[in-house]
T-cell receptor, first 116, second 120 residues
Framework: AQSVAQPEDQVNVAEGNPLTVKCTYSVSGNPYLFWYVQYPNRGLQFLLKYITGDNLVKGSYGFEAEFNKSQTSFHLKKPSALVSDSALYFCAVRDPFDNYGQNFVFGPGTRLSVLP | GAVVSQHPSRVICKSGTSVKIECRSLDFQATTMFWYRQFPKQSLMLMATSNEGSKATYEQGVEKDKFLINHASLTLSTLTVTSAHPEDSSFYIC????????????????FGNGTRLTVT
């Protein structure tokens, strides 16, 4: 069964500095990986995904993520953080060989606080 | 882009009453929708998978008689919390995938904005 870990509950970064939100995963085959962001009292918004191809994927709002197969990681990054990036971030994985479960497995979430 | 509308966004009800939450895909068809529950500062917990025209599939530990799911059309799924109790207070979120995309396996889920249920 697939699983996702986000080792940091909270990440604090100063505005203008680069940010990284970490994610590691475990699946039986090649993974489909996703990042979502959640603002207070809202649903999740899709940021980006990795399916195949270039290990560096770019997404919404200037975010990007790097797929590293050897380290089974998919860390979310942004070169210059904004205060408005403060939110809860979820990494998710879907096992392409999981024919029954169409669902994604979500990590526990990382709260990002960007300080002005 | 694909939009999922969830209604109501917030509801307060008395203990023992039932509450219905609607999840609609506005500009796409969704044969499958997912219902989640989210506790404060925690991740999403999948409750059930809602399948159009058939019975929902519930996750282990989720009472199907307590959380009734109906998926009557390709654009609407409802979750009814029956005989609600204060411990049912939570944030409920639905999601759906656009089945018309080339490969639904790698397409992202689209989420509603959630429903904050408070049972007094």
């Amino acid at each position: 069964a697939q699983s996702v870990a986000q080792p940091e509950d909270q990440v604090n970064v100063a505005e203008g500095n680069p940010l990284t939100v970490k994610c590691t995963y475990s699946v039986s085959g090649n993974p489909y990986l996703f990042w979502y962001v959640q603002y207070p009292n809202r649903g999740l918004q899709f940021l980006l995904k990795y399916i195949t191809g270039d290990n560096l994927v770019k997404g919404s709002y200037g975010f990007e993520a790097e797929f590293n197969k050897s380290q089974t990681s998919f860390h979310l990054k942004k070169p210059s953080a904004l205060v408005s990036d403060s939110a809860l971030y979820f990494c998710a994985v879907r096992d392409p060989f999981d024919n029954y479960g169409q669902n994604f497995v979500f990590g526990p979430g990382t709260r990002l606080s960007v300080l002005p | 882009g694909a939009v999922v509308s969830q209604h109501p966004s917030r509801v307060i009800c008395k203990s023992g009453t039932s509450v219905k939450i609607e999840c609609r895909s506005l500009d796409f068809q969704a044969t499958t929708m997912f219902w989640y529950r989210q506790f404060p500062k925690q991740s999403l917990m999948l409750m059930a998978t809602s399948n159009e025209g058939s019975k929902a599939t519930y996750e282990q530990g989720v009472e199907k008689d307590k959380f009734l799911i109906n998926h009557a059309s390709l654009t609407l799924s409802t979750l009814t919390v029956t005989s609600a109790h204060p411990e049912d207070s939570s944030f409920y979120i639905c999601s759906a995938r656009d089945v018309s995309t080339a490969s639904s396996y790698n397409s992202p889920l689209h989420f509603g904005n959630g429903t904050r249920l408070t049972v007094t």
